[in-house]
């Protein structure tokens, strides 16, 4: 018998090997981490059943977190439901709840845990729910960003913000550096916080991990110009920049971003005003710059839902922000008669929020109603006091 002979590819082993998602653990992302315990299977017929009883059974020792971009089947069983700085808040607003099952991803996870009692546990259904954009700033990377700022003779002027969507460790970084935290809804008063820190005419501010954000906020909302922002790529040395680049931006812009938002074009926009006319194209601000330009509206999901429950009956709607929100948000109005679609045919789910499904709800409701603790999100106390330092500088935030 003869085989068939396989041409022979100059394949390099890669420094970071990808994981399978839920398989074997990277400690240094946010993603690929084994899920324990036996799931149910998807197609069993009780599984709504099974989830209603288990969070009976608990009662009010559980609270169940639903963040916006999470699956019908699971939203369907979130005490609440929001952006992740509000589920983080209200969790901490239940201190009767001894369990809080967070259904979103990982950082979420860690900064409910931050902001809760040390006897309130936050478990997260399935541990490979990480979020690409908190991978793209690790620890060691931004250590080493810091060393080539203080090199650059910057270090001193520099004021870290870093976007919620982002780990503990890089909120740590950022308190101890005398930094605050934002979300989309206060990026432009956490920008004016950081440049009253210092001399306005000096002081830099180093956003993590979301470039569009950052530069969305500095030229659409401050008046800044693209030129005023720079990009610290973590890959290249010395982030790719010169020290004179450094020395004279006023945005040090971290090169991270998210696959969602991120795939949202500027011909997606100008594909949806041939198709729908009189459509509002309103997208989220970690959309690229180009396509914020073209928008008529801008804002977080709170300003997404509000400027939705707003508008008048009759008016279309292009919305560019995750899909399993949209499309709840269309099935919403619909009856109001307004007519709301997906900004982009071809962008899809946050892969890593649809890891939360209903089997591992099941599974971590189940688990904690017989009394067996599972999947705990615990951020170590040194880190948890920094990066408590950075979210309270928000809180502060006029
Ligand atoms: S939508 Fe984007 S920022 Fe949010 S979890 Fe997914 S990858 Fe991360």
Redesign the pocket.
């Known amino acids: 018998m003869t085989t068939a002979q396989t041409p022979e590819l100059d394949v390099q082993p890669t420094p970071l090997a990808l994981l399978l998602l839920g398989r074997e653990a990277d400690p240094k992302s946010e993603r690929g981490v084994e899920c324990p315990g036996d799931l149910p299977s998807p197609s069993d017929p009780d599984l709504v059943e099974r989830a209603r009883a288990a969070k009976e059974k608990l009662g009010d020792k559980v609270f169940v977190l639903g963040h916006h ?1 999470q699956r019908d089947e699971v939203i369907q069983f979130a005490d609440v439901t929001g952006d992740s700085f509000k589920l983080a808040r209200d969790a901490a607003a239940r201190p009767e709840a001894e369990y809080i099952v967070f259904c979103g ?1 990982h950082f979420m996870a860690e900064s409910a845990d931050i902001l809760t009692s040390d006897d309130q546990k936050v478990v997260l259904p399935d541990l490979a729910a990480g ?4 991978d793209m700033a690790t620890a060691e990377q931004v250590a080493e960003c810091w060393d080539v700022l203080t090199e650059a003779g910057v270090a001193e002027q520099v004021v870290p913000v870093s976007y919620m ?1 982002s780990s503990a460790d890089i909120k740590a970084f950022t308190g101890k550096h005398g930094g605050t935290i934002c979300t989309s809804s206060n990026a432009k008063r956490a920008l004016d916080w950081a440049f009253e820190q210092g001399e306005p005419s000096t002081t830099k501010v180093l956003f993590l991990p979301d470039q569009h954000l950052g530069r969305n906020t500095a030229v659409r909302d401050m008046g800044m110009s693209l030129d005023d922002c720079v990009v610290y790529n973590p890959h290249k040395p010395n982030g790719g920049l010169t020290a004179e680049q450094l020395r004279a931006a006023k945005m040090i812009l971290w090169r991270g971003h ?4 991120g795939r949202f074009s500027l011909d997606s926009v100008n594909d949806v005003r041939a198709r729908i006319p009189g459509v509002n194209v309103l997208v989220h601000p ?1 959309c690229k710059h180009e396509v914020v330009a073209a928008a008529d509206y801008v804002g977080s999901t709170e300003y997404i839902i509000k400027a939705l429950e707003a508008a008048p009956t009759g008016s279309k709607w292009a919305i560019g922000t ?1 899909l399993n929100l949209v499309r709840r948000l269309a099935n919403r109005f619909a009856p109001e008669g307004k007519e709301i679609v997906f900004l982009d045919k071809t962008v899809c789910f ?1 892969s ?2 649809n890891r939360i499904d209903l089997p591992h709800l099941v599974w971590a409701l189940e688990s904690l109603a017989e009394g067996n603790l599972v999947n705990r999100i615990e951020v170590d106390k040194e880190t948890e006091a920094f990066a408590k330092l950075a979210l309270e500088r928000m809180l502060a935030l006029p």
């Open positions: 971009y991803v979020c690409s954009m908190a969507n998210c696959s969602v938002h970690e995750e946050c890593t929020m």
